[in-house]
């Protein structure tokens, strides 16, 4: 079992429309939780950070995390052909590495 | 200093070669990461750096693998007598270290690395 899991997808959607990547992780020691874009051919872009259970919003991106389920999620409100990117979520059981899924693999129609 | 610089951008070289990848994090940053993603896959992790201290190694590591970082500043990562496995995309990345707590890492643009 890898320890973040993600659906490849790819996850479309239209414009206008909510997108929702999920990802769970299997280490119960995992403290703090990551959203990373990428686009094809670039590097990883930080997105947003939880590590509290709940919901955490920034602008169109809300992160929810559930420890006792060991799932997190990233929803994108009023989705942009310009949201269209790979989303990897990472863990990190406080040693300060990451572990990163695979990645899933979001397209937002016009 | 505007983020992580990685050099070069792409590298093509003949199996057996030698290469070599630079990384500058970002200057206040005393935490520095090497990773790999091949396509399809998420970032793996290889190794880490706080300040001039290699912490750890992944397993990925063989011994044809060394990274430095001498002064605590840049790193380099050195891979000898690459083979055509080698090929991926090479990442740096560096944080500010500490806790738990939610800064993340900046990455670099990575380094394209292509074995023929």
């Known amino acids: 079992q890898k320890e973040v899991e993600q659906n490849s997808g790819p996850l479309s959607v239209p414009e206008g429309a909510i997108a929702s990547l999920n990802c769970t992780y299997s280490d119960r020691g995992s403290q703090s939780f990551f959203w990373y874009r990428q686009y094809s051919g670039k590097s990883p872009e930080l997105i947003m950070f939880?590590?509290?259970?709940g919901d955490k919003e920034d602008g169109r991106f809300t992160a929810q995390l559930n420890k006792a389920s060991q799932y997190v999620s990233l929803l994108i409100r009023d989705s942009q052909p310009s949201d269209s990117a790979t989303y990897l979520c990472a863990s990190n059981t406080g040693f300060q590495k990451l572990v990163f899924g695979t990645g899933t693999r979001l397209l937002v129609s016009p | 200093d505007t983020g992580v610089s990685q050099d070069p951008r792409h590298k093509i070289t003949k199996r057996g070669q030698n290469v070599t990848f630079r990384c500058d994090p970002i200057s206040e940053h005393n935490r520095l990461y090497w990773y790999r993603q091949t396509l399809g896959q998420g970032p793996e992790f290889l190794t880490y750096?706080?300040?001039?201290?290699?912490?750890?190694k992944s397993r990925l590591l063989s011994d044809r693998f060394s990274a430095e970082r001498p002064k605590g500043s840049f790193s380099t990562l050195e891979i000898q007598r690459t083979e055509q496995g080698d090929s991926a995309m090479y990442l740096c990345a560096s944080s500010l270290g500490g806790g738990t707590g939610g800064d993340g890492y900046t990455f670099g643009s990575g380094t394209r690395l292509t074995v023929v």
């Open positions: 750096f706080q300040n001039e201290a290699q912490l750890e």
């Open positions: 939880i590590y509290s259970n």
